[in-house]
């Protein structure tokens, strides 16, 4: 362990940082010693209020990760600010309440434009300022032949990738389609930057879930059980810290995208 933690001398962004899951994964990712800057859309009190509380410190950025540029402006402006990040962690997401016969075009393109073209941007940006050459061999950047970089990519897949809910038809297929990216970025980044997703499960149900919901809930999880977001949030940290993992989803589901299995003959 690095002396100030696991994460010490890292600088992580992490986008839709200021509250929820992603909230949860800053305030961790701060206490593992690591410089977050988070990133917000509308809600610059709460970013501003969650920095303020960060061990290691950290810096609170507005941005639309839904327009075309807008991935690589943020970076741009981390960058002139003096806070280009080794590590993303792409937490914002749209969760479309909306089924197959509902869901417009418009619909699944914000949709889409947020969950899985802005990490694609990111990542293409983040690649680009760090000299990154796809298949390309390591140089001093990268630590030398053999080496080891700080150099990595997370993403926040979901469980109704797999679950596949009818009501949130965009989003599923939008999360779906993070785990070939993950795995055509890793290997196109390789061996300079690692690219990987974390899957929450039930961990955060919606704010207005009454006590029935939250027991139907957790009854779909193999241990019976909600999770919560300091789970995904640790899973985050362990995935930034393993410097010999890429290029792979890791679960914090609780079981729940294997209940039908379990139950069913």
Known sequence: MRDGGPLAGRTVLVT????????????????????????????????????????AGGRALAADLTAPDGPADLLERAAGAGDLPDAIVHSAASFLHRGVLDTTAEDWDRVFALNTRAFFLLAQEFARRRGVVPGGAWDEAGGGEGGESDLSLVVISDSGALELWPGYAA????KAALEPLVKILARTLSPRVRVNAVMPGPVLPPEDAGPEHRRGMAERTLLKRLGDPADVARAVAFVLANRFITGVTLPVTGGSHLWRGRLDP
């Open 171 to 174: 989003h599923c297929v939008s």
């Open 16 to 55: 839709g940082g200021a509250h929820r899951v992603g909230g949860a994964i800053s305030r961790h990712l701060g206490s593992q010693g690591a410089r977050v800057i988070v990133t917000y859309h509308a809600n610059s009190e709460a970013a501003d209020e969650l920095v303020a509380g960060l061990a």
